[in-house]
T-cell receptor, first 111, second 116 residues
Framework: GEDVEQSLFLSVREGDSSVINCTYT??????LYWYKQEPGAGLQLLTY?????DMKQDQRLTVLLNKKDKHLSLRIADTQTGDSAIYFC???????????FGPGTSLSVIP | GAVVSQHPSRVICKSGTSVKIECRSL??????MFWYRQFPKQSLMLMAT?????????EQGVEKDKFLINHASLTLSTLTVTSAHPEDSSFYIC????????????FGPGTRLTVL
Protein backbone atom coordinates (compact mmCIF):
# COMPACT_ATOMS: atom_id res chain seq x y z
CA GLY A 1 0.00 0.00 0.00
CA GLU A 2 0.89 3.66 -0.14
CA ASP A 3 3.37 5.06 2.36
CA VAL A 4 3.85 8.81 2.70
CA GLU A 5 6.85 10.27 4.49
CA GLN A 6 7.71 13.80 5.62
CA SER A 7 10.27 15.45 7.81
CA LEU A 8 8.68 16.13 11.18
CA PHE A 9 9.89 19.63 12.01
CA LEU A 10 10.81 22.83 10.20
CA SER A 11 11.69 26.20 11.67
CA VAL A 12 11.99 29.40 9.60
CA ARG A 13 12.22 33.11 10.22
CA GLU A 14 9.29 35.33 9.40
CA GLY A 15 9.57 36.62 5.86
CA ASP A 16 11.70 33.72 4.65
CA SER A 17 10.46 30.96 2.38
CA SER A 18 9.51 27.57 3.83
CA VAL A 19 9.94 24.36 1.90
CA ILE A 20 8.27 21.22 3.18
CA ASN A 21 9.21 17.98 1.50
CA CYS A 22 7.30 14.75 1.09
CA THR A 23 7.90 11.40 -0.55
CA TYR A 24 5.40 8.72 -1.45
CA THR A 25 5.81 5.17 -2.62
CA UNK A 26 2.85 4.28 -4.81
CA UNK A 27 3.24 5.43 -8.41
CA UNK A 28 -0.52 4.89 -8.84
CA UNK A 29 -1.23 7.90 -6.68
CA UNK A 30 -2.83 10.42 -8.96
CA UNK A 31 -3.92 13.07 -6.48
CA LEU A 32 -1.39 14.64 -4.14
CA TYR A 33 -2.55 17.03 -1.45
CA TRP A 34 -1.26 19.46 1.10
CA TYR A 35 -3.37 20.05 4.20
CA LYS A 36 -2.85 22.48 7.06
CA GLN A 37 -3.88 21.78 10.64
CA GLU A 38 -3.81 24.44 13.32
CA PRO A 39 -3.74 23.41 17.00
CA GLY A 40 -6.91 21.66 18.09
CA ALA A 41 -8.55 22.10 14.71
CA GLY A 42 -9.48 19.97 11.74
CA LEU A 43 -7.75 19.88 8.41
CA GLN A 44 -7.82 22.63 5.83
CA LEU A 45 -7.03 21.73 2.25
CA LEU A 46 -4.36 24.12 1.02
CA THR A 47 -3.83 22.82 -2.46
CA TYR A 48 -3.57 19.68 -4.51
CA UNK A 49 -1.83 18.63 -7.70
CA UNK A 50 -2.53 15.96 -10.25
CA UNK A 51 0.25 13.53 -11.07
CA UNK A 52 0.40 14.76 -14.67
CA UNK A 53 1.49 18.20 -13.47
CA ASP A 54 4.98 19.33 -12.48
CA MET A 55 4.08 22.50 -10.69
CA LYS A 56 1.13 24.39 -9.32
CA GLN A 57 1.18 27.90 -7.92
CA ASP A 58 -1.49 29.51 -5.81
CA GLN A 59 -0.60 32.91 -4.36
CA ARG A 60 2.16 32.28 -1.80
CA LEU A 61 2.04 28.52 -2.27
CA THR A 62 4.03 26.60 -4.86
CA VAL A 63 3.79 22.84 -5.21
CA LEU A 64 6.48 20.97 -7.10
CA LEU A 65 6.09 17.35 -8.13
CA ASN A 66 8.84 15.05 -9.29
CA LYS A 67 6.87 12.03 -10.36
CA LYS A 68 9.94 10.00 -11.26
CA ASP A 69 11.35 10.34 -7.75
CA LYS A 70 7.86 10.40 -6.13
CA HIS A 71 8.81 13.61 -4.41
CA LEU A 72 6.44 16.45 -3.59
CA SER A 73 7.27 19.78 -2.04
CA LEU A 74 5.31 22.75 -0.74
CA ARG A 75 6.96 26.16 -0.79
CA ILE A 76 5.42 28.97 1.23
CA ALA A 77 6.77 32.35 0.20
CA ASP A 78 7.10 35.19 2.71
CA THR A 79 6.23 32.93 5.63
CA GLN A 80 4.17 34.59 8.35
CA THR A 81 3.60 33.69 11.99
CA GLY A 82 0.07 32.69 11.03
CA ASP A 83 1.56 29.95 8.88
CA SER A 84 2.74 28.12 12.01
CA ALA A 85 0.86 24.82 11.92
CA ILE A 86 1.23 21.17 11.00
CA TYR A 87 1.31 20.48 7.28
CA PHE A 88 0.22 17.09 6.01
CA CYS A 89 1.16 15.64 2.68
CA UNK A 90 -1.39 13.12 1.41
CA UNK A 91 -1.99 10.93 -1.59
CA UNK A 92 -4.85 9.06 -3.19
CA UNK A 93 -5.20 6.95 -6.28
CA UNK A 94 -8.41 8.56 -7.44
CA UNK A 95 -10.54 11.48 -6.35
CA UNK A 96 -12.89 9.09 -4.60
CA UNK A 97 -10.34 6.73 -3.08
CA UNK A 98 -9.16 6.84 0.50
CA UNK A 99 -6.51 9.40 1.27
CA UNK A 100 -3.25 8.28 2.87
CA PHE A 101 -1.60 10.89 5.05
CA GLY A 102 2.01 11.49 5.93
CA PRO A 103 3.03 12.07 9.56
CA GLY A 104 2.86 15.84 9.24
CA THR A 105 5.54 18.53 9.37
CA SER A 106 5.33 20.97 12.25
CA LEU A 107 6.27 24.41 10.91
CA SER A 108 7.42 27.00 13.43
CA VAL A 109 7.79 30.59 12.28
CA ILE A 110 10.15 32.72 14.34
CA PRO A 111 9.20 36.40 14.48
CA GLY B 1 -18.65 26.13 -0.46
CA ALA B 2 -18.42 22.73 1.12
CA VAL B 3 -18.78 22.75 4.88
CA VAL B 4 -18.59 19.74 7.15
CA SER B 5 -19.49 20.03 10.81
CA GLN B 6 -18.95 17.70 13.72
CA HIS B 7 -20.76 17.52 17.02
CA PRO B 8 -19.73 17.60 19.73
CA SER B 9 -16.39 19.35 19.34
CA ARG B 10 -15.24 18.03 22.69
CA VAL B 11 -16.56 15.29 24.96
CA ILE B 12 -15.42 13.81 28.24
CA CYS B 13 -16.95 10.57 29.40
CA LYS B 14 -16.48 7.87 31.98
CA SER B 15 -14.95 4.54 31.10
CA GLY B 16 -17.59 2.04 30.00
CA THR B 17 -20.02 4.54 28.53
CA SER B 18 -20.81 4.99 24.84
CA VAL B 19 -20.28 8.20 22.93
CA LYS B 20 -21.86 9.26 19.65
CA ILE B 21 -20.16 11.70 17.31
CA GLU B 22 -22.07 13.28 14.43
CA CYS B 23 -20.65 14.37 11.10
CA ARG B 24 -22.80 16.54 8.85
CA SER B 25 -22.29 17.95 5.39
CA LEU B 26 -24.04 21.28 5.63
CA UNK B 27 -24.31 22.45 2.05
CA UNK B 28 -23.89 19.36 -0.07
CA UNK B 29 -24.90 15.73 -0.22
CA UNK B 30 -22.15 13.33 0.69
CA UNK B 31 -22.37 9.88 -0.82
CA UNK B 32 -19.30 8.85 1.11
CA MET B 33 -17.94 9.89 4.47
CA PHE B 34 -14.69 8.86 6.07
CA TRP B 35 -13.77 8.58 9.73
CA TYR B 36 -10.20 9.21 10.86
CA ARG B 37 -8.49 9.00 14.19
CA GLN B 38 -5.55 11.17 15.12
CA PHE B 39 -3.30 10.49 18.10
CA PRO B 40 -1.39 13.40 19.64
CA LYS B 41 1.33 14.72 17.33
CA GLN B 42 0.61 11.95 14.84
CA SER B 43 -0.98 11.62 11.46
CA LEU B 44 -4.54 10.72 10.61
CA MET B 45 -5.34 7.06 10.43
CA LEU B 46 -8.35 6.06 8.36
CA MET B 47 -10.76 4.00 10.45
CA ALA B 48 -13.60 3.35 8.05
CA THR B 49 -15.36 4.42 4.89
CA UNK B 50 -19.08 5.00 5.17
CA UNK B 51 -21.43 4.94 2.20
CA UNK B 52 -24.98 6.17 2.51
CA UNK B 53 -27.43 3.32 2.95
CA UNK B 54 -24.86 0.55 3.24
CA UNK B 55 -22.55 -0.95 5.82
CA UNK B 56 -19.30 0.82 6.53
CA UNK B 57 -16.00 -0.63 5.33
CA UNK B 58 -13.51 -0.81 8.16
CA GLU B 59 -9.74 -0.67 7.84
CA GLN B 60 -7.68 -3.55 9.07
CA GLY B 61 -7.29 -3.53 12.84
CA VAL B 62 -10.36 -1.39 13.53
CA GLU B 63 -13.01 -3.19 15.59
CA LYS B 64 -16.37 -2.69 13.90
CA ASP B 65 -18.27 -3.67 17.04
CA LYS B 66 -16.35 -1.08 19.00
CA PHE B 67 -16.71 1.75 16.52
CA LEU B 68 -20.23 1.68 15.13
CA ILE B 69 -20.79 3.76 12.03
CA ASN B 70 -24.15 4.71 10.63
CA HIS B 71 -24.64 6.71 7.45
CA ALA B 72 -28.40 7.04 7.42
CA SER B 73 -28.71 10.02 5.09
CA LEU B 74 -26.72 11.87 2.48
CA THR B 75 -25.84 14.56 4.99
CA LEU B 76 -25.24 12.67 8.22
CA SER B 77 -22.90 9.97 9.43
CA THR B 78 -22.44 8.98 13.05
CA LEU B 79 -19.61 7.24 14.85
CA THR B 80 -20.46 5.59 18.15
CA VAL B 81 -17.59 4.55 20.39
CA THR B 82 -19.09 1.76 22.48
CA SER B 83 -17.94 0.94 25.99
CA ALA B 84 -15.24 3.57 25.74
CA HIS B 85 -11.93 3.09 27.53
CA PRO B 86 -9.09 5.54 28.18
CA GLU B 87 -7.14 4.16 25.21
CA ASP B 88 -9.99 5.34 22.97
CA SER B 89 -9.18 8.92 23.91
CA SER B 90 -8.23 10.64 20.69
CA PHE B 91 -9.13 13.28 18.12
CA TYR B 92 -11.73 11.92 15.70
CA ILE B 93 -12.09 13.65 12.34
CA CYS B 94 -14.65 12.97 9.65
CA UNK B 95 -14.55 13.93 6.02
CA UNK B 96 -17.18 13.93 3.32
CA UNK B 97 -16.87 13.43 -0.38
CA UNK B 98 -19.04 15.45 -2.66
CA UNK B 99 -20.09 12.72 -5.09
CA UNK B 100 -18.02 10.78 -7.56
CA UNK B 101 -15.39 12.39 -9.69
CA UNK B 102 -14.97 15.50 -7.59
CA UNK B 103 -11.66 16.78 -6.51
CA UNK B 104 -11.33 16.04 -2.87
CA UNK B 105 -12.75 15.39 0.51
CA UNK B 106 -13.92 18.07 2.89
CA PHE B 107 -12.92 17.66 6.51
CA GLY B 108 -14.82 18.41 9.67
CA PRO B 109 -13.22 20.32 12.55
CA GLY B 110 -12.76 17.18 14.64
CA THR B 111 -14.03 15.89 17.98
CA ARG B 112 -11.75 15.56 20.98
CA LEU B 113 -12.77 12.50 23.02
CA THR B 114 -11.39 12.06 26.52
CA VAL B 115 -12.30 8.90 28.41
CA LEU B 116 -11.64 9.03 32.14
Amino acid sequence: GEDVEQSLFLSVREGDSSVINCTYTDSSSTYLYWYKQEPGAGLQLLTYIFSNMDMKQDQRLTVLLNKKDKHLSLRIADTQTGDSAIYFCAASETSYDKVIFGPGTSLSVIP
Amino acid sequence: GAVVSQHPSRVICKSGTSVKIECRSLDFQATTMFWYRQFPKQSLMLMATSNEGSKATYEQGVEKDKFLINHASLTLSTLTVTSAHPEDSSFYICSARKGLGTDTQYFGPGTRLTVL
